[in-house]
Nanobody, 124 residues
Framework: QAQLVESGGGFVHSGGSLRLSCAAS????????IGWYRQAPGKEREGVSC????????AFADYVKGRFTFSRDNAKNTVYLQMNSLKPEDTAVYYC?????????????????WGQGTQVTVSS
C-alpha cells in the first residue's frame, strides 16, 4: 500500500532546529513532486515548500525563506525539511504530500498521497 510517513517533529525553543523526514513506501518518491504543508490550531493549512519532479531547487513560502531547506534522498525514498531559526509561529502539524504534477510555487496543485503529519512545537 502506497503511503507517506512523516517523522522528526518535536518540541524546541525559539531559535532551535528540527529536521523533518517524509518517507515513501509503495511508490518511488523521486518520480513525484513533493510538498510540505503545515496547519496550526484554528488556522487553515498553508504551503511551506514544494519541489517539482526533476527539479533540484525547491520553492519556499515567504515566512520560511532563508530558514528552511528541502532535500531529497532518492536512494532512501525520503525527503527532508530542515528547519532552522524556528519561531513560535512555526508551531503546527507538518505534513508532506506527493503528486505527479509540478508545484505551483510553494505548494502542490493536487495531492495523490498525503502523510499523517508530525507535530512541531516551538516555545518562546
Amino acid at each position: 500500500q502506497a503511503q507517506l510517513v512523516e517523522s522528526g517533529g518535536g518540541f524546541v525553543h525559539s531559535g532551535g532546529s528540527l529536521r523533518l523526514s517524509c518517507a515513501a513506501s509503495g511508490f518511488t518518491l523521486g518520480a513525484y513532486s513533493i510538498g510540505w504543508y503545515r496547519q496550526a490550531p484554528g488556522k487553515e493549512r498553508e504551503g511551506v515548500s514544494c519541489i517539482s519532479n526533476g527539479d533540484v531547487t525547491a520553492a519556499f513560502a515567504d515566512y520560511v525563506k532563508g530558514r528552511f531547506t528541502f532535500s531529497r534522498d532518492n536512494a532512501k525514498n525520503t525527503v527532508y525539511l530542515q528547519m532552522n531559526s524556528l519561531k513560535p509561529e512555526d508551531t503546527a502539524v507538518y505534513y508532506c504530500a506527493a503528486h505527479l504534477l509540478p508545484c505551483d510555487g510553494p505548494r502542490l496543485v493536487k495531492y495523490r498521497y498525503w502523510g499523517q503529519g508530525t507535530q512541531v512545537t516551538v516555545s518562546s
